[in-house]
């Protein structure tokens, strides 16, 4: 997190299948630089008219991290390397911890559980849990803070529940989504920028790992039913972000886990929701994830969605699986830059580029029209395949 920073000047006026990958990254058998941003005309209701005219807050976010088994042994590879005991991630994000870092806010999609103690993190098929030293990476790597709400939520069931923003938290990160226990349950991260207070929410397509959008949650942990968007509806999530902007809180984003696996289109879900909550004052940018390829970004009524921001750390990639291709390496860090206005918050984006280097033990790069210029290209063409999106591309 960089420090916020006002502006000298006022200012006068920003669905999935139920199983992500097998532990290798492969889908399950049955599944076949400094940019000027495009600045938006609108505004956000805000109840911080304490906050100075022109002061900006930057916002960005990352796709999906999935710890494969294949990129869990690398990472052992690379402790052993460093005489490191466990796990060493941070060679992974060392490239993109410059990008990460520019933000005033920048949050993970944690995708799975991760154990506290590294215990029980072999697993066949579709389960997962990420060694603790994950949350620890993605906190050196910029990341101040993640969503945890996912498919993939309840893979270690009531244990992972509880001991993945545990897991979080310790390393100094945010956390989002799902909760240990009802405490807490529906409330906001949130994060202080200089005056300007902002919340993130976060919300899956299933908990529990069903085909398809579903508001069904454990039993044992009712509470789960903060985390879904099916379970919470648009009036749910509009109530949140409604109670948290009473709370203080300047800008709310929410963070959805949506749409169809390796499908570049979003759903009517997707645009239904966007449309919906980006119409009310009470939420300002949505961003996406869960689709494994990059999904196009939108500008509605002045504000941002990003529908899918791809993998931003996975084995998913060419030659992993049939179904899967190099836009499966892909990623994106986009950035809502807000600016505090006469009547509220103006917004302009832009977005970085990422793509995972699979055969180079998963390192991940910011990619250019100069680095990797055909990911690059792949990437610009996805974000503005519905020929509205306002934000400009880095590099």
Known sequence: ?????????????VVALGACSNDSGRPPAAVAPSVKASSTKGSSASPSSQVATGTTVTVAASGDILIHGPVRRNAAAFAKQNG?????FDPMFAPVKAALSKADVTICQQ???????????????????????????EKKAGFDGCSFASNHTWDMQLAG????????????LKVAGATPTASGAGEPATYQVGEVKVAQFAYAYSVINKAGPSPEVPSSA???????????????????????????????????????????????????????????????????????????????NGKYVFYGMGNFLSNQGQGQASILTDANADGVIPTVTFTRTAT???????????HVDIPARHIIHTTSPTQNPTAYSRVVKAMDSLGNCQAKPAG
Do not use: F
């Open 1 to 13: 997190m960089r420090r916020l920073l006002p502006v000298a000047a006022c200012l006068s006026g």
């Open 222 to 300: 009712p509470w789960l039913a903060d985390a879904s968007w099916p379970a919470e509806g648009v009036k749910g999530i509009l109530a949140e972000a409604k109670k948290a902007k009473e709370d203080g809180a300047d800008i709310v984003v929410i963070s959805m886990h949506w749409g169809k696996e390796y499908q570049q289109a979003p759903t009517s879900d997707q645009t239904t929701y966007a449309k919906q909550l980006l119409a009310s004052p009470y939420v300002d940018a949505i961003y996406g994830a869960h689709a494994h390829v990059i999904q196009p970004c939108s500008t509605l």
């Open 111 to 137: 995708e799975t559980p991760i154990s506290a103690n590294d215990a029980n993190l072999e697993h066949t098929g579709l389960v997962y849990n990420a060694p603790r030293e994950i949350a620890t990476a």
């Open 344 to 354: 509220g918050w103006s917004q302009s984006a832009t977005y970085q580029p990422t």
């Open 161 to 172: 529940v509880q001991q993945t923003p545990t897991t979080l938290k310790k390393a100094g």
């Open 84 to 88: 490191k005991a466990g796990y060493d």
